[in-house]
């Protein structure tokens, strides 16, 4: 999920000025790469913290998904880009 976050990024940008200036570039804004690859982090390090906490497995998928999924949905609220989403 986040790897596509990255070309979902891309796809945002071509349509720019800059975008249709430059469009092989690859330094280009990466806001929804950026937030889900950290909000991933923050969730599985929350997963390892429960599972040390608790002692006990927690399955990933409890933390991972709904970090990943909320990083995607927040951003393009923030940004105003949700119809795109």
Same mark, same amino acid.
């Given at each position: 999920f986040v790897a596509l976050c990255l070309p979902f990024d891309y796809? &945002?940008? %071509?349509? $720019?000025?800059? *975008?249709?200036?430059?469009? !092989? +570039? #690859? +330094? /280009?804004?990466?806001?929804y790469f950026i937030v889900a690859f950290? %909000?991933?982090?923050? *969730?599985? $390090?929350?997963t390892v913290l429960v &599972?040390?906490? /608790?002692h006990a497995a927690q399955p990933a998928l409890l933390y991972l998904?709904?970090?990943? #999924? !909320?990083?995607?949905? #927040?951003t393009g609220a923030v940004r105003g880009e949700i119809k795109d989403v």
């Open positions: 796809h &945002m940008y %071509l349509p $720019t000025a800059e *975008g249709r200036k430059n469009p !092989r +570039s #690859i +330094s /280009f804004e990466k806001p950290l %909000l991933y982090a923050a *969730g599985l $390090t929350t &599972m040390h906490v /608790f998904s709904p970090a990943c #999924i !909320r990083s995607v949905l #927040i």
